[in-house]
């Protein structure tokens, strides 16, 4: 029979273990609730307010337009009106040249920068967010989409499932918003997005080759292989014209990038170098009619704002299928970016955003761009970062975009039908290398191999077999991770710091001491039926190994200490395991205590009557406690008693 | 700016964090793979042994045989004599019945117990697991193979299918043992186990309603619902002689158990009564002619042990996908199934068995079972028990069942052609009505909310969808817990007890008290990408949380202490979240210390040069140092210094 302990006398003390009943399930339902979905407790500062001051606070909360639209002053406008002129300036070349990617009319994509800023503006909480299309998104959609309806000989039916598809992205992201799922956003890690953002800017600067070689024939295929060899298959297409302007715009375009690195007050030679390419090119090829020399133009630029689009979704079934694909993938990698870029900017002016009321805010934006001939947008890091760069102050720069947008798209949108493709190509392809982040993946290698590895499986799975794959693999090995570490909870074995009531990791403190006749563990959280198995074995083997080295020094093993102080949950199979370890051990005249249960652990030890059969006597609030009642029942007790 | 700590003098003293290099990767890599796949060390006796030792110890590690063969004895033996006879007498009336479930020949069902327990003795590691066919398993094959084949109009080809599903299952089981994947079923927790056998048992019960009322038409689905109206729609066939020595069978088989239940010494009254049931069938159908009142009979059973069944295998491309589903499924059910109940009794006996091993082992004899004519065999629970009940010692009972099976089928086969199917039924329903345990399902209900919702999805859902959705959706479900775990972990503040250097969360022992501009947060585990957002917003609010509460008391709060010691494991993603944590912080003055970083998570901070940045001043061992440092910088730098 395994010693008995005196815990009673020496474990108490003073302070003692709190084995209060448990809170009621309703109580600990509604605390997981809240730390799941508003762990961010919007509603803080409600307590003790009327009500016409709490229904000002919630509209303020959930439409941030009233909150700082009234404090707007003309200072901020002034600061507003020039980041809007800036980010305009890059909306229309970029609206021109995402709408090309998704092989939709390019109008399209200056449409998309028109209304969703507008929506955003009113709802959106971040205020250096500048909203636009973006390339990642706009080739999915063409690549799911393409699978169903070929564009160039049904581009009506095409453009009718972008609409439906941005539809029903923005359902998704409203959903998401308003049932706090931000969580899911969650699981797509810095590594998966970096690998994934990574790949697809590779496809996308090796498709942009056909525009620079101004090639005619291509594939419609987004994997590497096949774009190299429909270059090759093509190469007799390659026309030395198109080819000598994409380089000169490139060549142009990256130098600007370098300016702006070298002197980051520069930052609007980058900002406006595409709209340079954009007019240049106008210019060039109004004059030398480029057509004529095999250097094709956009085409076809009506004058007028958005046209209403709502009589254009299609819910055919027979379709449906590539619309709701799309949508759901770009809507979540749309939030990812957004949120992600939203954020980032807002910790550098020590601000806080709301994940779950952006995504509301791009929900909405989404849905009623479908409704006006918009197709997907979200908040690009370039877009935004030149923004935030212009001194924007509030959303109002997005208002002043959009303003920007529809006098151009009443005045000026035919003058941009003489845009090259080629530029349009050369804009994307600088746009895109910005996006290969091989210093991160090198620091990604250097810091956390497995985070590399899906980081890499991310880039060369979009980049050899397709973006849905890759984005899906990637974000499997990130959960497979996820589950690794609850699966195989870290433990340690626990000593002395000399002189001090401090236990710490042998591992890492080689200092510190063995305890006499104990074997004190410091057990990894959560213990749960996935983990279950192999904490038991674990601790068993952690026994064996010390009753060996104890044996070699002519002691023995009498009491195990396990710190579950860093346990912070525990299921029913978690404490059947701590059972069976507890018969297991006994068996061995080993006698189990633990150490500072937390209060969830507590309650389901309470609960599972786990500490009525060990007595609260074998429970102590610290180490050096359990360690004291071990010591005392061992020097008092030289008999031992049966259970 | 923040104040400056003046950790070097105070936080210094004579116990000092480790803040050695880390492991190389190889080393940690190393280290986690054996954590991952050999937490048991199986290996951990074999240093410094010779190598005729080594190789020995290995052969008796991979084949158990070698280990207690040679120690085997005369006395063991009669005790095994005894076992194997005993459960010999409860796999006849099994295999016959669990057959009939999967609608492949009796025969098949007494074939699989005699090679497959032959196999088992060699290589399994359990001394009291017996072998034999599981009804869980029969009804998955046989709804599985049923969509593809008729067993009526095809039965050659449908049992080709059964073989082929075996083998596929062996296979499966083999490689998860090789590969040591036991970790995957560490993912079917009790709770879905609990659901999904109540589920299961619920639907086999009210399939034998067929046999027990002699119909002779029914339905080939197997949820409740159609198997209900399939009795409704053929009521007109209830034979009142078939249902009344059904209920009798039943009633005798209940009272059997109720027995062992009373005097669990009399368990060899519930172990034999199947084989009295079948045995009193027998003569009662052949002298009664019982066939000629409407009771069916097994009819067609040969004599003769096993054919070959290697040429049987069928991969045909047009079948395949069938076999595969059952085969996958039912050896991820029957591995869980076994490896828990193998583990339960060594428990018992306090011996360990090595879930990889046994899933060698069941893959092995499901190999060559498929070769002999057997279909899949585990480690059913019933069987195991009267096992264990029965007195068996080694694996040799298993070895005694098979050879009674032998002889069987040499001789006595044909004899059980007149097993009357009602008799089946009956044996099939009592059993079934053990497995659905409720209490466990109250037990779950009391104690833990989750589990019990994992537990009904799967019972409802195998009950009126079908068994392969019920399993997953209750998997998918235990796994969407696990990530919760990870993906909000808890988090609480600290209070000092009185009179002691212990600091314990606040809301679990109210008397702990607060520390004077300082707030303690302990965290939980692990810090990663899924949770990182959730950390910040956290703790962030405990920070504006403790502020309001102390300026209401004139304090402020200049220190956050975050106490990492529960924390095993951060990525990239978590360190930059601390990096952040701290920036918005600083920003409001406050000052970021950390105590405790753990071996894992102090090789991350150093490597991603986080140390480095916040310096080691300000990182401590434990919580009181901490404060025993910002204290000491609060009193001695009245003017605060910049970074």
Redesign the interface.
Known sequence: MAPVLAGGVAGGG??KV?FAAPRS?TTA?KS?LK??FF???PF?DFKGKSFPIKAKKTLQYFVPIFEWLPKYTRKLFMYDLLAGITIASLAIPQGISYAKLADIPPVIGLYSSFVPPLIYSVFGSSKHLAVGTVAASSLIIAATLEKKVDPSTDPQLYLDLVFTATLISGVAQLILGVFRL??LV??L???TITGFMGGTATLICLQQLKGIFGLKHFTTHTDVVSVIQAIIKNRKEIRWESTSVGVIFLVFLQFSKFVKQKKPKLFWVSAIAPMVVVVSGCVFAYLAHAEKHGIAIVGDLKKGINPPSLQRLNFDPKYISAPIQAGLITAMIALAEGIAIGRSFA?ME?E?ID?NKEMIAFGLMNIVGSFTSCYLTTGPFSKTAVNYNAGCKTQMSNVVMSICMMLTLFFLAPLFSYTPLVALSAIIMSAMLGLIEYEKAY??Y??????FVICMVAFFCVAFISMDVGLMLSVAL??VR?????????S?KLGN??????Y??V???PGATDIPRTLVLQL???I???????IR??I??WV??EKAKKDSQGDDVEYVILDL?????I???GV?TLV?IR??LE??QIKVVLV?P???V?E?LI??NFIEKIGTECVF??IEDAIDGCKFSLTRMKDYGSE
């Open positions: 003073d302070h709190n399930f339902f997981d730390e799941t762990p961010d407790d803080h931000g969580i969650d699981f890690s810095h590594s910790i020590n806080q994940g620091h990604l250097k810091t956390d191999k497995f985070d990130a959960l996820a589950l690794l570490y609850v699966a195989r909870p870290a340690s710091i000399p002189d001090t009531s401090i710490r990791d591992e890492q403190y990894g959280s959560p749960y039926f996935a983990n279950s198995g192999y074995e674990r068993l083997r064996r190994d102080g860093g346990v912070t949950s299921d029913i199979t059947e069976e018969r297991s068996a061995k500072n937390r209060l969830e507590m389901k609960v599972t609030l610290s």
